[in-house]
């Protein structure tokens, strides 16, 4: 989900994943309020990744996209 974040789509995926997953196994609301925060440290995650391949094409491509999505949920979470 995470190449999602920030777009059009991604409410629609989010919760088709957790009907999804709630049509296999039981998940809390409780559960899926720390959704932001693993979809938080994901981000943070792959800006690392990101930084370690940073003379790469696909980093270059991409890292504008991942420091505004890590931005996005990071005000979210202060937000919170």
Not at 26 to 35: K, N, V
Request: neutral net charge.
């Amino acid at each position: 989900m995470s190449r999602h974040e920030g777009g059009e789509s991604f409410d629609t995926i989010h919760n088709a994943w957790v009907e999804g997953y709630r049509g296999v196994a039981p998940l809390s609301d409780d559960i899926l309020d720390e959704a932001l925060t693993f979809r938080l440290a994901r981000q943070i995650v792959r800006l690392g990744w990101l930084h370690g391949r940073r003379d790469s094409l696909y980093a270059a491509d991409y890292r504008h996209i991942a420091i505004a999505a890590a931005c996005r949920l990071a005000r979210q979470f202060l937000d919170k």
